[in-house]
């Protein structure tokens, strides 16, 4: 009786298991089939019929081929709206059927003094080997740090023009940061001068390809002005300044303001610099014109904070007072001010005259210094400063000693020698009140560096007057040539005046030293450029003899030049033996055109017609010998 209770009660215990399991299993499958009817649903409502909805217990996994990375986040979020995310696999695909989009390709490079950068993302397409080879060729003993990436797209249609541009600025400025895009190079460098600024930016800007665009910003040094210098004049022939120099465009807008106010014709400039003694130079500069203005005719001159005013002769004294005081009581602080009013000398009979030196400088060089001395230190001291300062060649000195000389003479003989020294050609005359220059120069600061001279040695209170006209033709910057200029004229001066050699050797001849010296006077006018000196030989001999006979021809064609003091950068020599003939090597005469030197411009490789015909101007200088 116990036997079957207990196997009553195990058999009810199992139906009841078995009830459960079957009513847990039809639970999950209406669970499961509600879930995904309802993610079929919403999918379908809210536009994804791409989208299945499979389920896996309480899982809902969904497949389906997504037409973008976007399209499947929505339908992702459309799910989750219906069960919770835990729930959901993703198990789309993507199928983007845009064509793949090409990286933006750029490339950085930073030159210094030091080294050369290379950053960026380049076409792997594009001649790369060829681009790190030039830019090593560049840097010569500098270290290039390459970080250029490569991307397997194609490569632009500007980018070769881009990448020889920035090559030829890169060559250009020593001190840049030039940032190459598709079909722009910007480019930031720093200049050693003004000059030179103006110089490479007229050549980078005729020099921009057709099919691209450049922006240029080149900065050069403000130079430190010692001492800071203004000197103005009015007299009977008008106003002017002999040296003006200004620390802002704000200052220098001041004081030409001022100047014009008081009789400046158009034309005047300041030159901006450091080493200005206070940031209140510009009113000071202004106020101290203004008063002269007000007096009518003299001179004013600042040198650092102290100010000089001088009246000419014949002015009231009354007016001189009052607006020299009041000038006194307007300079800001640190300038100090030296008033001085010009008297009348009065000759009086069978007095010594007055004494005088003049200095003379011709175009040619010739110089001839005549006036009295102190003593003879005085005049051996004068003659040596007139050496130093011109040379020896063509220099005369024809002093005579004379007692009561004022105090100063030798002093200021000397920097008007100086000042003197600062012209193309020009007259010097010196008297115990003032110095008188004239004459003609190349450079436009020769005024201002000529007053600097006198206030520095003379003193604050030297009258001095300028009379300096500046030539373009006399300026070497103005009369720089261009490469392709440089080569040309080296060619029209080889076509009498062949480079020669020893026979059979690589010694230049005598006949060549003054060809070499011609050469080098070129090089003198030309800007920089990569120019290459190409060796080559007729077919007689050994190939291999050949080419290293024409690599050591060019070699000593490239020494000669160093030795002349050729400061061009990038002038190199290569031989190229008889692999490039101009006339039939089996006549002497063709032989003969063979042995040959050739100056070639090299330039980045062209990208329009134009430009080839505009930079491919070789020059050829014909090589003799009886090798």
């Not at 390709?105 to 076409?123: A, M």
């Amino acid at each position: 009786m116990k036997l079957i209770s207990v196997t009553l009660s195990v058999a009810a215990f199992a139906l009841a298991g078995l009830g459960a399991y079957f009513a847990a299993g039809m639970t999950v499958t209406w669970i499961e089939n509600s879930s995904a009817t309802a993610v079929e649903q919403q999918l379908a409502m809210e536009g994804y019929p791409w989208a299945s909805v499979q389920t896996d217990g309480l899982q809902v996994v969904l497949e389906g081929e997504a037409p973008s990375e976007a399209t499947r986040f929505k339908a992702l979020a459309a799910t989750g709206a219906v069960v919770e995310a835990v729930r959901v696999i993703d198990n789309f695909t993507i199928q983007d059927r845009r064509a793949p989009v090409a990286p933006k390709f750029s490339v950085k490079i930073l030159r210094n003094d030091t080294s050369i950068s290379l950053i960026g993302l380049v076409p792997a397409s594009a001649d790369n080997a060829n681009f790190r080879n030039r830019v090593s060729r560049i840097a010569k003993d500098l270290p290039v740090a390459d970080f250029l990436e490569m991307a397997e797209y194609p490569e632009p249609e500007t980018w070769s023009s881009a990448i020889s541009y920035a090559l030829l600025a890169l060559e250009r400025l020593e001190r840049s940061k030039i940032s190459v895009d598709e079909d722009q190079v910007n480019i930031e460098a720093i200049s050693d001068s003004a000059e030179q600024k103006f110089k490479l930016l007229d050549e980078l800007k005729r020099r921009t390809p057709a099919d691209i665009t450049s922006k240029i910003a080149i900065s050069a040094p403000r130079p430190v002005i010692t001492p800071f210098t203004l000197r103005f004049r009015i007299s009977e022939t008008g106003a002017l300044f002999d040296a003006c120099s200004a620390d802002s465009k704000q200052a220098a807008t001041l004081i030409l303001n001022a100047a014009k106010s008081a009789g400046l014709q158009d034309g005047a400039a300041c030159r901006q610099g450091l080493g200005v003694p206070s940031p209140m130079w510009g009113q000071a500069a202004a106020l101290s014109i203004a008063a002269l203005a007000n007096l009518g005719r003299g001179s004013v001159t600042l040198s650092d904070a102290d100010v000089s005013l001088t009246a000419a002769e014949g002015t009231d004294p009354a007016l001189f007072d009052k607006v020299t005081s009041r000038l006194d009581a307007d300079l800001p602080e640190v300038f100090v001010l030296d008033k001085k009013l010009l008297q009348a000398v009065t000759e009086v009979e069978g007095q010594e005259a007055a004494p005088e030196m003049v200095a003379t400088l011709s175009p040619e060089g010739q110089v001839q210094v005549r006036g009295p001395v102190q003593d003879a230190r005085s005049q051996r001291t004068l003659e040596t400063f007139a050496y130093a300062v011109f040379g020896t060649e063509g220099v005369f000195v024809s002093t005579k000693l004379r007692d009561n000389l004022p105090n100063g003479w030798l002093v200021r003989s000397m920097a008007s020698l100086a000042s003197l020294g600062e012209l193309n050609s020009g007259l010097v005359e010196v008297t115990p009140t003032s110095i008188t220059i004239s004459g003609l120069t190349g450079s436009t600061a020769s005024k201002t560096d000529i007053s600097q001279i006198l206030l520095d040695r003379v003193g604050n209170g030297a009258e001095f007057q300028l009379d300096v006209t500046y030539l373009e033709e006399l300026d070497p910057l103005a009369r720089m040539i261009s490469g392709p200029e440089c080569v040309a004229e080296i060619s029209t001066l080889l076509t009498d005046n062949k480079i020669t050699f020893e026979p059979g050797s690589t010694t230049l001849d005598s006949n060549s030293r003054n060809t070499i010296d011609a050469i080098a006077e070129v090089f003198d006018r030309c800007l920089e450029a990569a120019i290459e000196i190409g060796g080559h030989t007729d077919s007689q001999g050994r190939e291999e003899m050949n080419l290293n006979l024409s690599q050591s021809r060019a070699d000593a064609v490239l020494n000669a030049l160093r030795a002349a003091r050729v400061k061009l950068k990038a002038l190199t020599s290569q031989g190229y033996g008889e692999a490039q003939p101009i006339a039939d090597n089996k006549t002497e005469d063709g032989r003969e055109a063979n042995r040959r030197i050739e100056f070639q411009l090299v330039l980045p490789k062209p990208t329009q017609e134009q430009d080839s015909a505009a930079t491919d101007m070789p020059s050829t200088a014909e090589e003799t010998s009886n090798e």
